[in-house]
């Protein structure tokens, strides 16, 4: 299901005029900083914001061209707030029961104990509301929304008011959502971890208009975006588990440009993980080098070079097609002579393994 989109909305002195398509599988996260239209965006694809100009399709569906627009009750959309929301008075089950209404039995696709499974919240379903922890209740409300059988979930920075150990509970049951669920998930965040943990498609969004669209790990490396240009800039690369060195603690996962090593996972083999790897926890050599206690070395390209204030360059590589950035001083880029489709080494210093 491909959802297009197109809003111009005025709030005071804001304009939202953004425009963009949303993949019909996986997590699209809308990323920026606060006051730039995120979540204006998700509440007027919900329906819950006027918009007297704008057009959305939803697969086949159009819900809003030309004045005509389909009430919020009868989209399809399963919609969790950054508070859960519950119904205080009833327990969790009465919580699911209500969700579940929402949605006409000739329309349910995601049966209520699948979503019970999914949030892990089968020990809670007799408690009430109220005696939930933060992190409780945000999983029973990603559950209800869940049960309402929606075409598309909208979750609007549903982690910003948990504290970290409350964070660190629910993004495993985010991340098993985007390996079950068959629909769209547009996904609200400032946060980069968040984004980069669960997000497969990347929507920045700036002054309320849309600046970049697509894939998370060619986002994230453009050059040309503010992303790759701050002391936190990265890459995300997928990689899969091939093997357990157990004689040194390490887990080898494999990718299309070599093969990473890391300190230990109990990992399946086979299994999909996600990498980040820091611009500047890269260096560059032109020979592979030895006697070095980097374990992370793989032959690349140099694909584009970009100043990064006085000192230092910013060189975007491939990896056997896979991006990545290294932030190095301009006197290293000099001496190495570095330039477009130059053969180099690229040393990780430091991985870190996201799931």
């Known amino acids: 299901m491909t959802i297009e989109a197109r809003f111009r909305i005025e709030k005071g002195e804001f304009l939202l005029d953004a425009e963009l398509d ?11 900083p606060s006051g730039c239209g995120k979540t ?34 009868r989209r399809a959309v399963g919609y969790v707030f950054q508070e859960p929301s519950l119904f205080a ?19 349910r696709r995601i049966p209520m104990e699948r979503a019970v499974a999914l949030l892990g919240i089968e020990p809670l379903l007799d408690r009430q509301a109220d005696q939930l922890s933060g992190g409780e209740r945000q999983r029973v409300a990603i559950a209800r929304a869940l049960a309402m059988s929606p075409g598309i979930l909208l979750m609007d920075e549903p982690l910003s008011a948990l504290d970290a150990a409350r964070k660190q509970e629910i993004l495993p049951y985010l991340e098993s959502l985007n390996e079950a669920l068959d629909i769209p ?13 669960l997000a497969d498609h990347l929507i920045l969004l700036e002054e ?33 588990v091939a093997g357990h060195d157990e004689a040194y603690h390490l887990t080898h996962l494999d990718f299309a440009g070599g093969r990473f090593t ?24 032109l020979e592979r080098q030895s006697g070095t ?63």
């Open 89 to 107: 008075h009833l327990d969790v089950r009465r919580n699911l029961e209500y969700g579940l209404k929402r949605a006409p039995v000739s329309e």
């Open 262 to 285: 890391v300190t230990h996972k109990p990992l399946p083999i086979g299994h999909s993980v996600r990498l980040r790897v820091a611009a500047k926890d890269v260096s560059l050599t």
């Open 40 to 73: 204006t965006l998700l509440r007027a694809i919900a329906g819950l914001e006027p918009c007297a100009d704008g057009f959305l399709r939803v697969g086949d569906q159009v819900w809003q061209q030309d004045g005509f627009t389909v009430p919020t009750h």
């Open 185 to 197: 998930v547009l996904y609200v965040s400032h946060s980069p971890d968040e984004v980069a943990r």
């Open 22 to 32: 949303i993949p019909e599988k996986g997590v699209s996260a809308v990323f920026g």
């Open 293 to 355: 206690s980097i374990l992370n070395i793989f032959p690349a390209t140099v694909g584009e070079l970009m100043p990064v204030g006085s000192a230092q360059v910013m060189v975007r590589l491939m990896t056997g097609g896979v991006p990545m950035l290294a932030r190095i001083t301009r006197k290293s880029a000099a001496v190495l002579d570095l330039k477009p489709g130059a053969p180099v080494y690229a040393q990780a210093k430091s991985v870190a393994l996201l799931s």
């Open 208 to 240: 309320g208009r849309v600046t970049a669209t697509g894939a998370i790990d060619e986002i994230l490396t453009r050059l040309d975006l503010p992303l790759a240009h701050g002391s936190e800039a990265e890459a995300l690369i997928k990689a899969t």
